[in-house]
């Protein structure tokens, strides 16, 4: 996934966390912008992935 593009409809929000904004997009499908997101839930935005990372390892 990483350096591909990819469109997605927004779950969540989720402004308190370990790794920055956090947007919601599905289950486990998170995308983190160290920038405040001009996002609300329902959008649908395209995002590019720079750098992939699992929380689990």
Do not use: C, R, W
Not at 3 to 12: F, R
Not at 26 to 31: E, I, M, V
Not at 35 to 43: A, E, V
Request: proline fraction near 2%.
């Amino acid at each position: 996934m990483e350096g591909k593009t990819v469109s997605v409809k927004v779950v969540e929000i989720v402004s308190v966390s370990a790794f920055g904004y956090n947007i919601q997009t599905g289950k486990h499908l998170d995308f983190v912008s160290t920038d405040i997101p001009n996002l609300k839930k329902g959008d649908k935005v395209i995002l590019k992935a720079k750098e992939v990372k699992s929380a689990l390892g």
